[in-house]
């Protein structure tokens, strides 16, 4: 007896189970994006708490915080960032005593923004796991400047005070302060933030700033604000006084170990994954920072207390068109009031 060849698929079958699998991947692959990137988050949230235990670790030792810029003083070493002082706490020693010793040399350049080499080591181009969120797909081959960073301190609801020594916030240029000045809290005061690198100009990450009137966008964050379109994710042009980009390497976490406030502070006068925007052409001084973050929906945060909270993007702001007070309670409503070390504000639940 002849035994029937056995039947292969039709063409209609075999379109049916690639049509099944196709399905199965298009449901599947979401899910799979969504489960790295809680990784991600979670990996991110992880380097805030580290860097919180590294900022209490120093505090420890010196009663005070680091400040937010501040070095040896000669050869353009004043502009260290608090990244460059805690690099002991988060096992980077060896790292931390490359700086110390182009500093002794006294004669040696110290500058954060440049490619200094001793030892055979370039410290500012080294690249810190701590220091980077997993989010950020980016590296400093693909975009230029120094080796970067995703987190950036708190100066606080005064976009005015950061050039200075009395920001609202926990940091600024030569700043000292400690836990005893949080009066407000130390659950309801930011301590770390993260902060979003730009893959390129004119996007979420740069900096703006102003052709005249430079304290317009400052006194009315507003203003601010309306340089940013959301929607597409770049910058307009609708400045009153126009203006510019910042150009170049000065965007937001292109240098971590210069402490140059466009690279190192975030202010709470401007929603998070809002735009920044700088008092003039000067990337160390006052000006508008975002807090932003490559997490859909909001960004991280480290409190003054250690704990790590994701923020939602939506948090109350308070009346934007308002300007910054030197004093009391600010402005910028819930948000704004976790940026102050002591404005005497009652945070509701955020």
Known sequence: MKLAS???????????????????????????????????????????????IALHNYHDTYNTFPSGRLGPGH??????????????????????????SQAALMTSDLS???????????????DIPAFMCP?????????????????????????????DRDARGLFCNQ?????????????????????????GAGVLGDGYKPGSDWDAGMNNPSLCLALYDKSTQAYTTTWPNAGGLM??????????????????YFTTN????GPSCMRQNNDSGDGTFAAASRHKGGA????????VRFVSENINTGDLTLTPVMGGKSPYGVYGALGTRSGSETVSEF
């Open 75 to 100: 050869q353009n070493g004043s502009r260290w960032s608090v990244n460059v002082h805690i690099l002991p706490y988060i096992e980077q020693p060896a790292l931390y005593d490359q700086f110390m």
């Open 247 to 264: 150009g170049g390497d000065q965007k937001r976490g292109y240098r971590w170990a210069d402490g140059g406030s466009i690279f190192a």
């Open 6 to 52: 056995p039947r292969g698929f039709t063409l209609i079958e075999l379109l049916v189970v690639i049509a099944i699998i196709a399905t199965l991947v298009a449901i599947l692959l979401p899910a799979v994006q969504q489960a790295r990137e809680a990784a991600r988050r979670s990996s991110c949230k992880n380097n805030l708490k580290q860097l919180g």
């Open 300 to 307: 991280q945060f480290t409190m003054a207390d250690g704990a």
């Open 135 to 163: 989010s950020d797909p980016y590296t400093k081959s693909n975009l230029g400047g120094q080796a970067g960073s995703n987190y950036c301190y708190n100066a606080g609801d005064n976009p005015h005070r950061l050039d």
């Open 112 to 126: 954060p923004w440049n490619e200094w080499s001793i030892g055979g080591i370039v410290p500012t181009a080294a």
């Open 175 to 199: 700043s000292k302060f400690g836990i005893r000045d949080v009066l407000d809290g130390t659950s309801n005061t930011f301590l770390v933030g993260e902060m979003h690198r730009p893959e």
């Open 270 to 273: 401007i929603p998070i994954n």
